[in-house]
């Protein structure tokens, strides 16, 4: 069953490196998203996705301080594709010509699977967001 299994996380952060903190707070707040002030400084931001999941948007020099990795340059490589549910295919349009306003990249058309819709968008930091609505699941035989 879907509901078995270890369930630890009661919320999720992911953090991301940014190279200037000023511009990705304004990409993401032009494209709806608003910010958790208490986890904010000139190192970082708490960027609010959903009730339970954000995004840490860290400068690299701070974000370095977590690992001991190179950061991913991503212009050669991907590091993560954040993918992000919405209510309807009009969400997943809505979304994307704001981060196209914004900005951002969108390297792909979209893609329409029936049951599942989505198209992505790379914020200033190169960054892949998902965005995608899905249906019910066609049945299988």
């Given amino acids: 069953m879907a509901n078995e299994g ?4 009661r919320q999720i952060f992911v953090n991301l490196p940014v190279k200037e903190l000023k511009r990705s707070v304004e990409f993401f707040t032009a494209l709806g ?37 190179e950061i991913a340059d991503t212009a050669k490589t991907t590091e993560v594709l954040v993918a992000l549910q919405v209510d ?31 198209h992505g968008f790379e914020d200033p930091d190169g960054h892949i967001w998902e965005v995608f609505h899905m249906g019910e699941m066609p049945a299988t035989a």
Wanted: glycine share 6%.
């Fill in 6 to 9: 270890l369930h630890v996380a």
């Fill in 88 to 118: 309807d295919r009009a969400a997943v349009d809505a979304l994307m010509a704001k981060a196209r306003a914004a900005g951002g990249a969108v390297p792909r058309a979209p893609q329409d699977l029936g049951f599942m819709y989505s």
């Fill in 33 to 69: 998203f608003s910010f958790n002030l208490q986890f904010t400084n000139d190192d970082a931001t708490c960027m609010i996705i959903g009730e339970n999941f954000f995004a840490m948007l860290l400068v690299e020099p701070f974000f370095k301080s977590f690992t001991h990795k």
